[in-house]
């Protein structure tokens, strides 16, 4: 891998990308995401409210804050010369996440295709996870991306 991202050829089906490093989520953070993304919900933002009224005791980090998370850290190894993302599906919460856990992503690649009519182009289907510094599953989505193909002189020389 050259650069930022990667082009199809070097996406292999299996490989597992560890992306490093992780992101400890701070109340800041969270607060802040909260804020501009109009979450009012009490059980993100009132530490008052999630001690006494919830089985949890403390507030939890909203779901839509721990994707845009995972998103980024796996920018670099996974999507770095994304054209574009396909779609996203099976977003899915396993655990929750509170504030002062470091949160920790992987993605693996699940298939290769072509892009019909599109031969300089690939569609890259990946499953990106993340986890807590505990190893706790606490997130896992797949999507499909598109990248570009290795430029055809680059190509020749592989």
């Not at 396909?86 to 470091?102: K, M, N, Q, Y």
Request: overall charge neutral; hydrophobic content about 35%.
């Amino acid at each position: 891998m050259t650069g930022f991202g990667r082009y199809f050829e070097e996406f292999e089906v299996g490989a597992v990308y560890r992306h490093w490093p992780g992101k400890t989520v701070t109340e800041y953070d969270h607060h802040l995401f909260s804020l501009l993304t109009m979450v009012r919900h009490p059980l993100h933002t009132d530490a008052h409210y999630a001690r006494t009224a919830t089985r949890h005791g403390q507030p939890l980090v909203i779901g839509s804050y721990l994707f845009s998370l995972l998103l980024g850290l796996s920018e670099a190894d996974v999507a770095g010369r994304a054209l574009t993302h396909r779609g996203f599906e099976r977003i899915e919460h396993h655990a929750p996440v509170f504030h002062g856990d470091t949160l920790y992503a992987e993605s693996e690649v699940l298939a290769l295709s072509d892009v019909p009519g599109r031969a300089e182009r690939g569609q890259v289907a990946v499953e990106t996870r993340g986890r807590t510094q505990d190893d706790t599953l606490v997130m896992t989505f797949r999507r499909d991306l598109v990248v570009p193909r290795l430029p055809a002189a680059r190509r020749d020389r592989r």
